[in-house]
């Protein structure tokens, strides 16, 4: 069983910054990547930042340039580093995880946590 747990949400006032985590736990685990969506009353979920296991990182349009995601394979750990925040950030940030278990069988499943809210205050 694969469990993601985030953490580092919370409120902050508008251009402050917070930190995400996302720690994946489970036995015989290969993270090919991870990554962050955020979902916000009433809308689609959107695609936040995404980074595979050798580094390669992608961004939603709306970070330009404000966010960093990094990894720590050892760890099957990921950061989101969110600066300059506005309102329209506010969401729940929802961390998942493409993962490779190596059991007798590999299996590759997608996995997701339970969210973290983020609330920027104008």
């Known amino acids: 069983q694969v469990q993601l747990e985030e953490s580092g949400g919370g409120w902050v006032q508008f251009g402050g910054s917070l930190r995400l985590s996302c720690a994946a736990s489970?036995?015989?685990?290969?993270?090919?990547?991870m990554g962050w969506y955020r979902q916000a009353p009433g809308k689609q979920r959107e695609l936040v930042a995404e980074?595979?296991?050798?580094?390669?990182?992608n961004y939603g349009n709306f970070v330009e340039g404000r966010f960093t995601i990094s990894n720590d394979n050892a760890k099957n750990t990921a950061y989101l580093q969110m600066n300059s925040l506005k309102p329209e950030d506010t969401a729940v940030y929802l961390c998942?995880?493409?993962?490779?278990?190596?059991?007798?069988?590999?299996?590759?499943?997608?996995?997701w946590g339970q969210g973290t809210q983020v609330t920027v205050s104008s």
């Open positions: 998942t995880a493409d993962i490779l278990i190596l059991g007798d069988e590999y299996v590759a499943l997608r996995s």
């Open positions: 489970g036995n015989k685990l290969r993270i090919n990547s």
């Open positions: 980074i595979t296991r050798d580094g390669s990182a």
